[in-house]
């Protein structure tokens, strides 16, 4: 009998490469997986899906991983308010783990002997699958054709061809990764330092002009409503959102990083709803949280959201952030107002029963309800102690 093996594909180039080398060269029996993040159309699965048993592959499985996906890692983001660099809403690498994951889980499910991906040995995506199989499937052998065998696009397309498939062989002029976390853009400009990419590179046009109020309501930090309407699983909300804010052309923008392997990268992303949502989710804390809650979560949620972007979205500690930051969101209720406009947007304010901006204790600059002159007399001598001693041992 032949040995299984497990294929992550996407129907690309790579993958398809990958499902014929495996089979023909190999003479594995191939078992291909996609995982659905958010990124595909039903009519699009069903394209790969074909695609798959087109080259001879044994069986093609999809897995729906969308809620998974917000539960197990989108809702952590929200809640730590996590833009790496302040920039970047994690869209891929975030997806990466969770697709990982699925896949491991998909090929101890079948019993598979290998399991192979179509990374290539330059960027980060081959960390992220090797480590998760190898944290979760450690006796099952990772096979990656593409990065050992250091293949170009064309001899990929004349081995296809060879075997009787057929591949466009014009390579788009931007790479595209769409996930429900959002999209990624990739082109010739992203190469470069000082370019920016051109109008028609997104893949939301802005067709949207003048400007909307909106209204998110977030229940213990989760977003569960827009305009008024509740929806049932946050994943829905954050798509409505997501049609409703890219045609303004909102959350464009081009990140710089320190890759896994050392080098700096740059990706373009368009992503209205994850930039919106953390903005508007950081607004409402702001007003329902301590000085001290909100430092610890800033530190927790950097540490958090740079290890889950290296892959290590399976080491115990990110348990134990989590459960933190699921602890922080008990008061984080309440309703946030934005308008969106074209290319940018505007938190205007909040409603919320937590809110500790409350005017029966005083208001800022104004007038206090809750204590005396005398006391903040003798306070800011307490409060200042410490270091007037400093000054005084330590003066010349």
């Given at each position: 009998m032949k040995k299984k093996v497990v294929l992550a594909f996407s129907g690309g180039l790579d993958t398809s490469y990958c499902a014929i080398y495996l089979s023909k060269d190999l003479g594995l029996e191939v078992h291909s997986v996609i995982v659905d993040t958010g990124g595909f159309s039903q009519e699009e699965l069903k394209n790969i899906e074909k695609r798959a048993y087109a080259m001879g592959i044994v069986s093609h499985h999809a897995v729906d991983s969308v809620k998974a996906y917000y539960d197990n890692c989108i809702k952590y983001l929200i809640y730590g308010n996590v833009l790496k660099n302040n920039t970047y809403p994690l869209s891929v690498s975030a997806e990466r783990v969770?697709?990982?994951?699925?896949?491991?889980?998909?090929?101890?499910?079948?019993?598979?002997?290998?399991?192979?991906?179509?990374?290539?040995?330059?960027?980060?995506?081959?960390?992220?699958?090797?480590?998760?199989?190898?944290?979760?499937?450690?006796?099952?052998?990772?096979?990656?054709?593409?990065?050992?065998?250091?293949?170009?696009?064309?001899?990929?397309?004349?081995?296809?061809?060879?075997?009787?498939?057929?591949?466009?062989?014009?390579?788009?002029?931007?790479?595209?990764?769409?996930?429900?976390?959002?999209?990624?853009?990739g082109g010739k400009e992203t190469l470069t330092s000082h370019e920016m990419l051109p109008e028609e590179a997104?893949?939301?046009?802005?067709?949207?002009?003048?400007?909307?109020?909106?209204?998110?309501?977030?229940?213990?930090?989760?977003?569960?409503?827009?305009?008024?309407?509740?929806?049932?699983?946050?994943?829905?909300?954050?798509?409505?959102?997501?049609?409703?804010?890219?045609?303004?052309?909102i959350g464009r923008d081009i990140h710089v990083g320190d890759t896994i392997i050392g080098i700096k990268g740059r990706v373009g992303f368009e992503a209205a709803a994850p930039i919106i949502i953390i903005k508007a989710h950081h607004t409402l804390e702001k007003h329902?949280?301590?000085?001290?809650?909100?430092?610890?979560?800033?530190?927790?949620?950097?540490?958090?959201?740079?290890?889950?972007?290296?892959?290590?979205?399976?080491?115990?500690?990110?348990?134990?952030?989590?459960?933190?930051?699921l602890d922080t969101q008990k008061t984080v209720s309440g309703k946030v107002f934005v308008e969106l406009m074209p290319y940018r947007f505007q938190i205007i304010g909040i409603e919320s029963k937590h809110d500790l901006m409350s005017a029966k204790f005083g208001s800022y600059g104004e007038m206090n309800n809750t204590w005396t002159g005398e006391d903040v007399k003798g306070f800011s001598k307490i409060f200042g102690n410490q270091v007037m001693i400093y000054h005084k041992v330590n003066q010349q």
């Open positions: 969770t697709q990982a994951t699925a896949i491991a889980e998909y090929a101890k499910k079948i019993g598979a002997e290998y399991v192979a991906h179509g990374s290539t040995g330059a960027g980060n995506d081959q960390v992220r699958f090797d480590m998760i199989f190898n944290i979760l499937i450690p006796e099952v052998e990772i096979i990656t054709p593409i990065r050992d065998l250091k293949l170009s696009r064309e001899e990929e397309i004349n081995y296809l061809k060879k075997h009787g498939v057929e591949f466009n062989a014009e390579k788009a002029k931007y790479s595209i990764n769409k996930g429900i976390w959002g999209t990624s853009v997104w893949p939301t046009p802005v067709s949207k002009t003048g400007s909307e109020k909106v209204e998110l309501e977030f229940e213990k930090g989760e977003l569960i409503g827009l305009n008024g309407k509740e929806y049932h699983h946050p994943p829905e909300v954050i798509k409505a959102l997501q049609e409703l804010a890219q045609p303004y052309g329902t949280l301590t000085k001290w809650q909100l430092s610890w979560k800033d530190q927790l949620a950097t540490f958090y959201g740079n290890w889950l972007h290296e892959g290590q979205f399976h080491d115990p500690v990110m348990r134990n952030i989590e459960s933190f930051l």
